[in-house]
């Protein structure tokens, strides 16, 4: 008898594991703690989401000094000292930052850095200093930009032209920064992907980021 019973509950309890089985339990993920409550110390790495908070480097880095561009027809020297070039210029306004860095991703402090393009029609002013300027990196390597977003002109993708270089004696890097998701861009042998700024829309226009590595060593 009590061996009967003994079967009876064996068979119970494997008839009761297979419905289990055959119906799992389904989960509200809803009701789940967000990720970022259950780790608050972990951080976003990456760059160029166009945050407005850049001091937290180092960001998006590659290690390697970037490619160079060729500093093309129109550069002109003895630029005046101004981190807002667009006065006085209308067009769809572009908020760029970013870095200076090192190839350890260090920031570059006090780095130079010229800025020089085209309005919205294509053109630059050749006679004066409009859409021109240079400035400093701060304390955190870090540099702001205010313009626009550069027109195309014959023969070329929008780019908006820079140098930089991490002291007075130091040797320049000549870059064009460009700006993803134009058709031209595909064919414009200067055309660098490694030069794309990072744009996303923001209240006052277009927000870029980018990050200037350099060779500090040359
Ligand atoms: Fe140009």
């Not at 989960?27 to 760059?47: A, C, E, G, N, R």
Request: aromatic fraction near 8%; charge should be positive.
């Amino acid at each position: 008898m009590k061996i009967t019973l003994l079967i009876l509950f064996l068979i119970a309890v494997i008839a009761g594991g297979l419905y289990v089985n055959k119906n799992p339990v389904k989960m509200d993920l809803s009701t789940l703690m967000p990720f970022s409550q259950i780790t608050p110390t972990v951080k976003k790495k990456s760059v160029g989401t166009g945050e407005k908070n850049l001091t937290n480097p180092p960001q998006a880095c590659s290690g390697t000094q970037l490619p160079a561009a060729t500093e093309g027809p129109y550069y002109k020297s003895g630029t005046p000292l101004r981190k807002k070039i667009d006065d006085g210029i209308s067009g769809n306004k572009l908020t760029l930052q970013g870095y200076v860095l090192d190839t350890n991703c260090r920031p570059v402090a006090n780095a130079w850095l010229d800025f020089w393009q085209a309005d919205g029609t294509g053109k630059y002013d050749n006679t004066g200093f409009k859409l021109r300027g240079h400035q400093f990196t701060d304390a955190e390597g870090k540099y702001a930009l205010e313009t626009i977003i550069p027109g195309e002109y014959p023969g070329r993708t929008p780019h908006v032209h820079a140098k930089v270089k991490a002291r007075e004696n130091s040797p320049e890097l000549t870059v064009q920064l460009f700006i993803p998701g134009v058709e031209k861009n595909q064919n414009d042998g200067i055309f660098n992907k490694e030069l794309l700024m990072n744009i996303t829309e923001s209240q006052n226009g277009k927000a870029g980021t980018f990050n200037f590595i350099i060779n500090t060593n040359l």
